[in-house]
């Protein structure tokens, strides 16, 4: 059974910095992109970062961009966001999937998803 688990997550002062990490198993993790996600409460959940299976094609969030660093190490079936100069609107859950990309690279589309983990920036 393909299992993504989230971790990393927790409470930050804004401008802190937090790492997430999603440990995948159960499926072939190099085949596959993989994309960061996040739901604040009362709104639809939205795709934070992606990463392609080979690392070679990344794509950032308007919102994210310049402080958030998607990552993965695929000898380790492990991807990572780095995230940086966090902001009270960067409050939610976060999820990490597993996927594919399409549209020469552009576009991300998920299959499996993690449990998610809550990043919580306030003072």
């Known amino acids: 059974q393909v299992q993504l688990v989230e971790s990393g997550g927790g409470l930050v002062q804004p401008g802190g910095s937090l790492r997430l990490s999603c440990a995948a198993s159960e499926f072939t993790f190099s085949r596959y992109a993989m994309g960061w996600h996040r739901q604040a409460s009362g709104k639809e959940r939205e795709l934070v970062a992606f990463?392609?299976?080979?690392?070679?094609?990344?794509y950032y969030a308007d919102s994210v961009k310049g402080r958030f660093t998607i990552s993965r190490d695929n000898a380790k079936n492990a991807v990572n966001l780095q995230m940086n100069s966090l902001k009270p609107e960067d409050t939610a859950v976060y999820y990490c999937?597993?996927?594919?990309?399409?549209?020469?690279?552009?576009?991300?589309?998920?299959?499996?998803w993690g449990q998610g983990t809550q990043v919580t920036v306030s003072s």
């Open positions: 999937s597993a996927g594919a990309t399409y549209s020469s690279g552009t576009r991300y589309s998920s299959v499996y």
């Open positions: 990463i392609s299976s080979g690392g070679s094609s990344i």
